[in-house]
């Protein structure tokens, strides 16, 4: 069974630019969550979406979105980026709904380096 | 707001040692769920243990074990006979059930040959 799936693994980009990430959950899953690591703020939820619909939202400015599709399969968004965005970001996916306190994967991240 | 702390930064034992990681977390909920997560140099986090609040049998799994104390809200994993393919960044994690883990600033544990 494929565990979760991140792309790209590796990108860089300029300041104002925006950068699309995409998860696939492991198969059958389909709750899917975002979180942001950085050496400075460690391990921060970005969003957590169940169904499509998102269920939960860190405390992030708005340029930081994201969407489920009917696959599971999720993107998440950055416009406008920042030099503090540089960062790696990991996706996760659960069974089950998000109340059930399901075992929770990750992916490998997608590392972002701005410039 | 929930909070998670672990109070070690790094630590280092030598290999077959028994190594202890501390992690504290402030709730004010009943039910909620406690992990310990390993994140490797390839970065990828590795579910290590969890833990139901609402069981007070400890969770183990091999050589990997916890002590939960609820009311003094302590969550600390032990690792027994440890490898040297343990030797990474060790995250205490918190939720209620949903996706929204909360994680405290790990622990970087280094076994020594």
Same mark, same amino acid.
């Given at each position: 069974?494929?565990?979760?799936?991140?792309?790209?693994?590796?990108?860089?980009?300029?300041?104002?630019?925006?950068?699309?990430?995409?998860?696939?959950?492991?198969?059958?899953?389909?709750?899917?969550?975002?979180?942001?690591?950085?050496?400075?703020?460690?391990?921060?939820?970005?969003?957590?979406?169940?169904?499509?619909?998102?269920?939960?939202?860190?405390?992030?400015?708005?340029?930081?979105?994201?969407?489920?599709?009917?696959?599971?399969?999720?993107?998440?968004?950055?416009?406008?980026?920042?030099?503090?965005?540089?960062?790696?970001?990991?996706?996760?996916?659960?069974?089950?709904?998000?109340?059930?306190?399901?075992?929770?994967?990750?992916?490998?991240?997608?590392?972002?380096?701005?410039? | 707001?929930?909070?998670?702390?672990?109070?070690?930064?790094?630590?280092?034992?030598?290999?077959?040692?028994?190594?202890?990681?501390?992690?504290?977390?402030?709730?004010?909920?009943?039910?909620?769920?406690?992990?310990?997560?390993?994140?490797?140099?390839?970065?990828?986090? %590795?579910?290590? %243990?969890?833990?139901?609040?609402?069981?007070?049998?400890?969770?183990?799994?091999?050589?990997?074990?916890?002590?939960?104390?609820?009311?003094?809200?302590?969550?600390?994993?032990?690792?027994?006979?440890?490898?040297?393919?343990?030797?990474?960044?060790?995250?205490?994690?918190?939720?209620?059930?949903?996706?929204?883990?909360?994680?405290?600033?790990?622990?970087?544990?280094? %076994?020594?040959?």
């Amino acid at each position: 069974k494929a565990g979760v799936t991140q792309t790209p693994r590796y990108l860089i980009k300029t300041r104002g630019q925006q950068v699309t990430l995409s998860c696939s959950p492991i198969s059958g899953h389909r709750s899917v969550s975002w979180y942001q690591q950085t050496p400075g703020q460690g391990l921060q939820f970005l969003f957590e979406y169940f169904s499509e619909t998102q269920r939960n939202k860190g405390n992030f400015p708005g340029r930081f979105s994201g969407r489920q599709f009917s696959n599971s399969r999720s993107e998440m968004n950055v416009s406008t980026l920042e030099l503090g965005d540089s960062a790696l970001y990991l996706c996760a996916s659960s069974a089950q709904a998000p109340s059930s306190g399901n075992t929770i994967y990750f992916g490998e991240g997608s590392w972002l380096t701005v410039v | 707001a929930q909070t998670v702390t672990q109070s070690q930064p790094e630590m280092s034992v030598q290999e077959a040692e028994t190594v202890t990681l501390s992690c504290t977390y402030d709730t004010s909920e009943n039910n909620y769920y406690l992990f310990w997560y390993k994140q490797p140099p390839s970065r990828q986090m %590795i579910l290590v %243990i969890r833990q139901e609040a609402y069981k007070q049998q400890n969770a183990t799994e091999n050589r990997f074990s916890v002590n939960f104390q609820k009311a003094a809200k302590s969550f600390s994993l032990k690792i027994s006979d440890s490898q040297l393919g343990d030797t990474a960044m060790y995250f205490c994690a918190f939720t209620q059930g949903a996706q929204k883990l909360v994680f405290g600033q790990g622990t970087r544990l280094t %076994i020594n040959p």
